[in-house]
């Protein structure tokens, strides 16, 4: 299983389960308590957010910058975020995340619940990406799951690249890439690679503020 197959069939289940994504989010108090950290994030100027899904984020966002390009992969995921929100500061584009490269550069890049979606191979190159979209000053902000998610996942053992294995309504199954990083590894990863980064855990998430090296 290489990359590229897993992040093709990755693709494929977000397209598929557009319907079904929303649903975690009205069934854990604990994914409302992480959509509020937004409000007390440094979150300003012009915002890119990677992989937007459904638009969870992107009003909060929204309320916070003066304009937000908002970027996923999946048309039927981008077709109930434009929906959800109906602000003139927000733009959203469709593509694919591991060969789109922004234009400009941005005050704040923003991605929750993306990270663990990245190859691990392929992470360096991602926070290239990052940091090239960042403004002088700009920061990197992003919310994902920590280890114990891994608990109410179907973990796939002995893969090359971490996996899960996701099931859907009608009962496909598609595998998705799932890196369950440990904040303090996550930490040493990003200082390696040049950035000054702050990782704080809730339940079980993390939210990280990172910026580039100077």
Not at 99 to 107: A, F, K, Q, S, V
Not at 113 to 125: C, E, G, I, K, T
Request: some cysteine.
């Amino acid at each position: 299983m290489d990359d590229d197959a897993l992040l093709a069939e990755q693709r494929a289940y977000y397209r598929a389960g557009a319907a079904e994504y929303d649903r975690p989010y009205a069934e854990y108090a604990a994914l409302q308590d992480v959509l509020a950290v937004v409000d007390d994030l440094p979150i300003a100027g012009d915002v890119l957010e990677l992989a937007c899904g459904t638009g969870q984020w992107t009003s909060r966002l929204a309320a916070r910058a003066r304009s937000v390009t908002a970027v996923d992969a999946a048309t039927e995921v981008l077709a109930i975020a434009r929906a959800r929100t109906a602000s003139p500061s927000v733009q959203f584009l469709e593509a694919d995340l591991f060969e789109w490269r922004p234009p400009r550069r941005y005050d704040t890049v923003f991605f929750a619940f993306w990270l663990s979606h990245v190859p691990p191979a392929r992470l360096p190159d991602f926070w290239h990406t990052v940091a090239a979209a960042l403004a002088p000053g700009g920061k990197a902000i992003f919310v994902d799951d920590g280890p114990a998610a891994a608990a109410y996942e179907e973990v796939l053992a002995n893969q090359p690249t971490p996996a899960a294995l996701r099931r859907l309504d009608d009962g496909s199954q598609y595998r998705i890439v799932k890196v369950f990083h440990d904040a303090q590894t996550l930490t040493d990863d990003l200082t390696a690679l040049g950035w000054s980064v702050r990782i704080r855990t809730m339940a079980g998430n993390f939210v990280g503020i990172a910026e580039p090296g100077r």
